[in-house]
């Protein structure tokens, strides 16, 4: 299993708010390693989404929040739309594992 | 614009080699450590090895180590990723990626994230 934890799914009608958690440990999250947000469609390059645990790259929409706290992290997407319809991914660093460390994914679905 | 274009990807034997390519263009590539991760599908996201801006650092994850080579070559801007002695949990996509921030001081490097990623190399090893 993944070393970060997320829910495999998560879903919300159009116009809702959904939240994405990712829980990791003293080694890695709480160890104050930032967290960071990927994106993944099917047969398309990952989008960096959240870097350094609330930072949004240029043309990221100021929908998508990151927030960390303690071991730690979460995604929300406000005002879902149907091109949100994706898996994400939280990532950080493992000071014991000496790796990125993943969560295992989550799938948003836009009812 | 920054691009990222893997190829290289194929079926393969258990047992056998395959060598991936990552073309770069549109940032200063000798400038940047970078990344192989790779996508298994139903298991999500692993990074696999990382290699410093001026080659002379690698990193693996424990799975591949002894089996595959990361390597660059930055007057081609190029990023590659030899696998050998593969087996079928070797199946995934496979990204090049860079860390724009990654870094070593003291004999410590240090690993952050990643911004721009390629659009994947499919790899199946299957008899």
């Known amino acids: 299993q993944s070393v970060l934890t997320q829910p495999p799914s998560v879903s919300g009608a159009p116009g809702q708010r959904v939240t994405i958690s990712c829980t990791g440990s003293s080694s890695n999250i709480g160890a104050g390693n930032d967290v960071h947000w990927y994106q993944v469609v099917p047969g398309t390059a990952p989008k960096l989404l959240v870097y350094v645990n609330f930072n949004r790259p240029s043309g990221v929409p100021d929908r998508f929040f990151g927030s960390k706290s303690g071991t730690s992290a979460s995604l929300a997407i406000t005002g879902l739309q149907a091109e949100d319809e994706a898996d994400f991914y939280c990532q950080s660093y493992d000071n014991s594992l000496n790796t990125y460390v993943f969560g295992g994914g989550t799938k948003v679905t836009v009812l | 614009e920054v691009q990222l274009v893997e190829s290289g990807g194929g079926l393969v034997q258990p047992g056998g080699s395959l060598r991936l390519s990552c073309a770069v263009s549109?940032?200063?590539?000798?400038?940047?450590?970078m990344n192989w991760v790779r996508h298994v599908q139903g298991k999500g996201l692993e990074w696999v090895a990382s290699i410093r801006y001026d080659g002379s650092e690698k990193h693996y994850v424990d799975s591949v180590k002894g089996r595959f080579t990361i390597s660059r070559d930055n007057a081609k801007k190029s990023l590659y990723l030899e696998m050998n002695s593969l087996s079928g949990e070797d199946t995934a996509v496979y990204y090049c990626?860079?860390?724009?921030?990654?870094?070593?001081?003291?004999?410590?490097?240090?690993?952050?994230?990643?911004?721009?990623w390629g659009q994947g190399a499919p790899v199946t090893v299957s008899s």
């Open positions: 549109g940032f200063s590539f000798s400038s940047y450590w």
């Open positions: 990626a860079r860390d724009p921030d990654a870094y070593c001081s003291g004999g410590t490097c240090f690993f952050f994230y990643f911004d721009f």
